[in-house]
């Protein structure tokens, strides 16, 4: 059992079912057996640059940011309900517009490869282990 929410601000329209097909599909080929939660949030460019400039000192743009609720032994924290909390990604929804026009696709595709990307972060790959995008 999976349980991804999203949040999106308010201007920001995204297929939400599309987006958590993704993620359950990487979830699944990663053979992730335990009950997951993650926390995807759609936002703008002001709020991905402070959150760079609170957690990576900072201050940039970013099209994807992961942050694992357990940075700092690389293991999942297992609550009582028995859902593994994995972490949050944050996905600038302006980025992916401009990925989107780039690569000639639609908007929640972009999105959702983002969000993929970050789903990867957290679950321990890192940009050298490329295969996975």
């Known amino acids: 059992m999976y349980d991804i929410q999203i949040n999106c601000e308010?201007?920001?329209?995204?297929n939400r079912k599309f987006i958590v097909g993704l993620l359950e599909k990487v979830l699944t080929e990663e053979q992730i057996r335990?009950?997951?939660?993650?926390?995807?949030?759609?936002?703008?460019?002001?709020?991905?640059?402070?959150?760079s400039r609170r957690y990576l000192k900072a201050a940039e743009d970013h099209d994807v940011l992961s942050f694992a609720f357990s940075e700092v032994n690389k293991q999942f924290m297992e609550f009582p309900d028995g859902f593994l909390r994995l972490g949050e990604i944050a996905v600038c929804?302006?980025?992916?517009?401009?990925?989107?026009?780039e690569e000639n696709t639609l908007v929640d595709e972009a999105v959702g490869d983002l969000a993929r990307h970050g789903l990867y972060h957290l679950l321990g790959q890192n940009h050298e282990e490329e295969e996975y995008k």
């Open 34 to 51: 335990n009950p997951v939660s993650v926390s995807l949030l759609i936002c703008g460019k002001r709020k991905i640059r402070e959150l």
């Open 10 to 14: 308010s201007r920001y329209k995204v």
């Open 93 to 101: 929804y302006p980025l992916a517009q401009e990925q989107a026009m």
